[in-house]
T-cell receptor, first 114, second 116 residues
Framework: DGGITQSPKYLFRKEGQNVTLSCEQN?????MYWYRQDPGQGLRLIYY???????QKGDIAEGYSVSREKKESFPLTVTSAQKNPTAFYLC?????????????FGPGTRLTVT | AQTVTQSQPEMSVQEAETVTLSCTYD???????LFWYKQPPSRQMILVIR??????QNATENRFSVNFQKAAKSFSLKISDSQLGDTAMYFC?????????????FGQGTRLTINP
C-alpha cells in the first residue's frame, strides 16, 4: 500500500537535546513538506522540498533543519535552538509543486520536550 | 501575504442536522485553490473537498458542499445530514504557488461536535 509513514507516533525528549523526526513516502512524490500544529493555530509550514538535495525554508524554519538525500525520505531535526518544540508535527507529500497536485499527509508525530 | 480566517472556534449540532462552517481568505491572486480538511481525533488530515477559483460552480462531495463567493473571498462548508463520524477539527486552506512551489495556508480550525 502506498502512503506516508511518520515514526514514532509519540516522542519525548529532554530540553537541550536535538531530535529527528522521520518521514518516509512510497508514493514516488517529488515534493515533501513539514508542518507544525499547535492548538488554535492550524498548521504552519516549516520546510519544504521540491526535489532531492534541495529544500527551502517555510514560515517558521528557525530552530529546525532538514535533509533530502533520497526521494522517499525527508527527516526533520528539531534542534535545541527551537524555543518551543513541543507540538504535533505533520509531514506531507505531493507529486509536484504545481497547483493541481494534492498534498497527502502522514499520521503525525507528537513531540514533547520537558 | 495570504491569510485564512475561520471565525468559529467551536460548533455543535445534533445528528442529522445541517451545519455550515465559515471561512474567509485574503489574496491578491486570481487563480488559486481552496480546500477543506478534516482532522478527526486520530489527527490524520483528510481532504474533504476542493474548489478551483476559476470554476464558478460550487464543489460537492456527497453530503459536503461549499458556497464559494470569490468576490467576497468567502468559502464556507456545508455538511448535510450530519453524522457522528463527522466530529472533528475542520481546517480551511488556501493553496498558492511561490517561486514554483505550492504552499498551503491554513486557518485556525473549527472544532465540530455532532451530538447523538
Amino acid at each position: 500500500d502506498g502512503g506516508i509513514t511518520q515514526s514514532p507516533k509519540y516522542l519525548f525528549r529532554k530540553e537541550g537535546q536535538n531530535v529527528t523526526l522521520s518521514c518516509e513516502q512510497n508514493l514516488n512524490h517529488d515534493a515533501m513538506y513539514w508542518y507544525r500544529q499547535d492548538p488554535g493555530q492550524g498548521l504552519r509550514l516549516i520546510y519544504y522540498s521540491q526535489i532531492v538535495n534541495d529544500f527551502q525554508k517555510g514560515d517558521i524554519a528557525e530552530g529546525y533543519s532538514v535533509s533530502r538525500e533520497k526521494k522517499e525520505s525527508f527527516p526533520l531535526t528539531v534542534t535545541s535552538a527551537q524555543k518551543n518544540p513541543t507540538a504535533f508535527y505533520l509531514c506531507a507529500s505531493a507529486r509536484g509543486g504545481g497547483p493541481s497536485y494534492e498534498q497527502y499527509f502522514g499520521p503525525g508525530t507528537r513531540l514533547t520536550v520537558t | 501575504a495570504q491569510t485564512v480566517t475561520q471565525s468559529q472556534p467551536e460548533m455543535s449540532v445534533q445528528e442529522a442536522e445541517t451545519v455550515t462552517l465559515s471561512c474567509t481568505y485574503d489574496t491578491s491572486e486570481s487563480n488559486y485553490y481552496l480546500f477543506w480538511y478534516k482532522q478527526p481525533p486520530s489527527r490524520q488530515m483528510i481532504l474533504v473537498i476542493r474548489q478551483e477559483a476559476y470554476k464558478q460552480q460550487n464543489a460537492t462531495e456527497n453530503r459536503f458542499s461549499v458556497n464559494f463567493q470569490k468576490a467576497a473571498k468567502s468559502f464556507s462548508l456545508k455538511i448535510s445530514d450530519s453524522q457522528l463520524g463527522d466530529t472533528a477539527m475542520y481546517f480551511c486552506a488556501f493553496r498558492t504557488i511561490i517561486q514554483g512551489a505550492q504552499k498551503l495556508v491554513f486557518g485556525q480550525g473549527t472544532r465540530l461536535t455532532i451530538n447523538p
